[in-house]
T-cell receptor
Framework: KNEVEQSPQNLTAQEGEFITINCSYS?????LHWLQQHPGGGIVSLFM???GKKKHGRLIATINIQEKHSSLHITASHPRDSAVYIC???FGGGADGLTFGKGTHLIIQP | DAMVIQNPRYQVTQFGKPVTLSCSQT?????MYWYQQKSSQAPKLLFH???????NEADTPDNFQSRRPNTSFCFLDIRSPGLGDAAMYLC???????????FGPGTRLTVL
């Protein structure tokens, strides 16, 4: 079964802390997405990656294809980073839609 | 500058009363997706269109249908909504298969 696991489910941290959210998946993928969802539902795509590392502002995403694992890091976290962060993958073998993890609820306290 | 637009943002319908949700895009993308996200759950793909080619997920109930009259618009029709269909419905687009997906703000459906 094609599965996506995220950890932790919930994370509360203080402003300024370095945040890491992890994602692992069960079988080979063609791409992995990190998404951000704020209360109210809208989803924003943060990264799409299939190898290596990407950086955008204070956000860094890495992926290890051999280990079937990806991490999302937030440096110098801020309360506005509070959101649900979702890992979603496009499995290989012709699948097209994304399979989502259950998300990580992040709260950054001032 | 909205790229993927969903209307309405909030929809209330009665049990069994057909409802249509709308998605439009200004990106001229080939692929449009519909996802269902129930409370505290991950989004789940219902179906997608690659141009005019409709692709239904195996476990999507027959109660859910979709139409794509042109590149810009895609509709989700729920023929007889049940209480269990209350959810956030997310539309997404991508330029081609395998490309980054861009999400709309979602339509929250309430079934009374």
């Amino acid at each position: 079964k094609n599965e996506v696991e995220q950890s932790p489910q919930n994370l509360t941290a203080q402003e300024g802390e370095f945040i890491t959210i992890n994602c692992s998946y069960s079988v080979g993928i063609s791409a992995l997405h990190w998404l951000q969802q704020h209360p109210g539902g809208g989803i924003v795509s943060l990264f799409m990656l299939s190898s290596g590392k990407k950086k955008h502002g204070r956000l860094i995403a890495t992926i290890n294809i051999q280990e079937k694992h990806s991490s999302l890091h937030i440096t110098a976290s801020h309360p506005r980073d509070s959101a649900v962060y979702i890992c979603a993958v496009r499995f290989g073998g012709g699948a097209d839609g994304l399979t989502f993890g259950k998300g990580t609820h992040l709260i950054i306290q001032p | 500058d909205a790229m993927v637009i969903q209307n309405p943002r909030y929809q209330v319908t009665q049990f069994g009363k057909p409802v249509t949700l709308s998605c439009s895009q200004t990106l001229n993308h080939n692929v449009m997706y519909w996802y269902q996200q129930k409370s505290s759950q991950a989004p789940k793909l219902l179906f997608h269109y690659y141009d005019k080619d409709f692709n239904n997920e195996a476990d999507t109930p027959d109660n859910f249908q979709s139409r794509r009259p042109n590149t810009s618009f895609c509709f989700l029709d729920i023929r007889s909504p049940g209480l269990g269909d209350a959810a956030m419905y997310l539309c997404a687009t991508s330029r081609d298969k395998g490309n980054e997906q861009f999400f709309g703000p979602g339509t929250r459906l309430t079934v009374l």
